[in-house]
């Protein structure tokens, strides 16, 4: 089973610019995370779908960030325009479903650096 | 609100030395507890996880977790740790029930020296 695809692993952009990010969720999987880790802290829950649905969106920066899922499958995050302080790793999850277990599977995560 | 705290941000052990990697919640409501582990260069993947029933919950590669709901705590032990235990692991916690997700602690990073 093909684990959950991140793309690019690298950026590095100027404040004011823009970036985005792809994530790949595990087949079949529901739900979709996109979680922001910036260094020296755990990860921090920036939006969650269920199939193209919103969960929670609660803690996005809704005047520079945005996502979506259109298909209920792959998902973009967007950043516009980026400030110094986006600089960490972020990082795509999927799971069955949102109930019970809690067992989210990760991608590698993007590095976005904003000089 | 749920919230995890580890308060070790670094342990350094020697090989084959016991560890335990400490972490606090503050939930009002029940939960559901997690351990993440971080290889280097590698995403979060799930270490070991406590749901319901016996408080202690073990993982395939010798750690260990107990869930003490008086003192509202999560440690992480393993008696002997290796080399390739060197990894940052994560505390994480859920409302039991809950369409919402994990909060995650700020991490600990295991480093275990030869």
């Known amino acids: 089973e093909a684990g959950v695809a991140q793309s690019p692993r690298y950026k590095i952009i100027e404040k004011r610019q823009s970036v985005a990010f792809w994530c790949n969720p595990i087949?079949?999987?529901?739900?979709l995370y996109w979680y922001q880790q910036i260094l020296g802290q755990g990860p921090k829950l920036l939006i969650q779908?269920?199939?193209?649905?919103?969960?929670?969106d609660s803690q996005l920066p809704k005047d520079r960030f945005s996502a979506e899922r259109l298909k209920g499958v792959d998902s973009t995050l967007k950043i516009q325009p980026a400030k110094l302080e986006d600089s960490a790793v972020y990082l795509c999850?999927?799971?069955?479903?949102?109930?019970?277990?809690?067992?989210?599977?990760f991608g590698e995560g993007s590095r976005l650096t904003v000089l | 609100a749920q919230s995890v705290t580890q308060l070790d941000s670094q342990v350094p052990v020697f090989e084959e030395a016991p560890v335990e990697l400490r972490c606090n919640y503050s939930?009002?409501?029940?939960?559901?507890l997690f351990w993440y582990v971080q290889y280097p260069n590698q995403g979060l993947q799930l270490l070991l996880k406590?749901?319901?029933?016996?408080?202690l919950v073990e993982s395939i590669n010798g750690f260990e977790a107990e869930f003490n709901k008086s003192q509202t705590s999560f440690h992480l032990r393993k008696p002997s740790v290796h080399i390739s235990d060197t990894a940052e692991y994560f505390c994480a916690v859920k409302r039991a029930g809950s369409a919402r997700q994990l909060t995650f602690g700020s991490g600990t990073q295991l480093t275990v020296l030869p």
């Open positions: 087949s079949g999987h529901a739900t």
């Open positions: 999850a999927s799971s069955r479903g949102v109930e019970g277990t809690g067992e989210l599977f």
């Open positions: 939930s009002s409501v029940s939960v559901y």
């Open positions: 779908f269920q199939n193209n649905g919103v969960v929670d």
């Open positions: 406590y749901l319901s029933g016996s408080t």
